[in-house]
C-alpha cells in the first residue's frame, strides 16, 4: 500500500488515496478510537452538547449511531466524495443537520457556526497523525497530508449550515493551517455543561462495553479518555487518569501502531469488514429497546 501510494499524485489523486488508505489501513477498532473522543472533542462548546443530549441517540441507541456514523465516512473516505454515494451522503447529512434546526427553536444557531463545521472535518484528518506523533512514532507522509487536506476541504464545501451552504466560507489552506485550527479551537476556554456530562459518560462507557470484555472495560474508559485528552476530560467531568495508567495506555497504543506497521494491509475493504459486524434492525432492536422523544429519533446524523 505505501508503494502504491507513494506512485500516486496528491493534487489530482487525493480521492484514491484516500481510499486505498481508510479501506485497506485503518482497522474498525482505529475508527471507533477515532470517533468517540473525536466527538467528545467536537462537543466542547456547549451547543454542540445540547444538541447531542436532545437528539439523544449517543446515550439511548449506541450501536445505531455507530453505524451510522460509519455509513458516512466510508461513503465519504472509500467510495468518495466525486461519487454518487459520497454526495448522496452529505446531501442527507445537510437534510438531517436542517430539519434538527427547524425543530428545535430553543437550540438557536447550533448548526449555523462555521468553526463548528471546520473542526470535525479537521479533526478526522489530523487526529491519526496527532496521536501517533504525540506517541513518538512516525506520523502521517508529506503526501498523505496533502491528499486528507484536499479530502477535508471538499467534504467542507459539500456541507450547508441553516444560513446557507459553505462553498464560499473560509477553510485552512493547508495541512499546517488545519493542525493550527485545531489547537486554536481546543484551547478555548469552553464552559462545564450537565448535557456534555452525561453525553460524554454514555459514549465513553459504550465504547468500553463495545470493545473491551467485562475485566478490560476500566481501561477501555481510561483509554477513551487519553485519546480525549486531559483538558477536554475536565470540561466533560469524566475525571482524568493516573500517571500509571496513563503508561499503560500509551504502551497499549504503541503496540498497536507497531504492531499494524509490520502486518500486512487488509486485502477486504473496510466497508466490507464493517458490514460483517454490523446488527442487523431486528438485533438492534433488542439491544437498544428504545423509544426517545428527541426528533432524531432512529435517524442519523449529529444526533
Keep these: 500500500m505505501d508503494r502504491e501510494l507513494a506512485r500516486m499524485d496528491p493534487e489530482t489523486d487525493w480521492e484514491r488515496m484516500i481510499s486505498l488508505y481508510v479501506g485497506h489501513r485503518v482497522p474498525e477498532f482505529a475508527l471507533a478510537m477515532m470517533v468517540y473522543p473525536g466527538t467528545m472533542l467536537m462537543m466542547q462548546p456547549a451547543s454542540g452538547s445540547a444538541t ?3 437528539t439523544a441517540k449517543l446515550e439511548t441507541r449506541p450501536h ?14 472509500v467510495d468518495g466524495l466525486s461519487s454518487e454515494p459520497g454526495r448522496r451522503a452529505a446531501e442527507r447529512l445537510n437534510r438531517i443537520h436542517l430539519g434538527v434546526a427547524r425543530r428545535t427553536p430553543r437550540l438557536p444557531g447550533n448548526f449555523d457556526d462555521v468553526d463548528d463545521f471546520v473542526y470535525p472535518l479537521v479533526l478526522l484528518a489530523t487526529f491519526g497523525d496527532r496521536l501517533q506523533t504525540s506517541l513518538g512514532l512516525p506520523g502521517t507522509s508529506d503526501h ?9 476541504r471538499t467534504l467542507f ?8 451552504p459553505l462553498a464560499d466560507e473560509a477553510f485552512p489552506v493547508d495541512w499546517s493551517a488545519m493542525t493550527e485550527f485545531a489547537l486554536k479551537f481546543e484551547s478555548r476556554p469552553y464552559e462545564q455543561t450537565d448535557s456534555g456530562h452525561r453525553v460524554a459518560t454514555a459514549m ?3 465504547f468500553a462495553r463495545r470493545w473491551f470484555p467485562a475485566p478490560f472495560q476500566a481501561f477501555g474508559r481510561d483509554l477513551t479518555r487519553y485519546l480525549t485528552g486531559e483538558r477536554v476530560c475536565r470540561v466533560h467531568r469524566v475525571g482524568w487518569i493516573s500517571p500509571r495508567r496513563e503508561r499503560a495506555v500509551r504502551v497499549f497504543l504503541k503496540s498497536a501502531f507497531r504492531a499494524q506497521r509490520l502486518l500486512p494491509d487488509y ?15 431486528a438485533q ?3 439491544l437498544e429497546p428504545y423509544r426517545t422523544s428527541g426528533v ?6 449529529r444526533g
Excluded: C, I, V
Excluded at 498523505?144 to 477535508?152: E, I, R, Y
Excluded at 469488514?273 to 442487523?280: D, Q, S
Design 64 to 77: 445505531r449511531r455507530f453505524q451510522d456514523g460509519n455509513d458516512f465516512l466510508m461513503a465519504w473516505m
Design 284 to 286: 438492534l432492536r433488542e
Design 157 to 164: 464545501r459539500l456541507l450547508e449550515r441553516e444560513s446557507g
Design 267 to 281: 486485502r477486504t475493504p473496510l466497508p466490507e469488514r464493517l458490514r460483517r459486524t454490523r446488527r442487523t434492525p
Design 204 to 206: 465513553m462507557d459504550f
Design 144 to 152: 498523505m497530508k496533502t491528499a486528507w487536506h484536499h479530502w477535508a
Design 52 to 54: 447531542l443530549a436532545h
Design 296 to 301: 432524531e429519533g432512529a435517524r442519523p446524523g
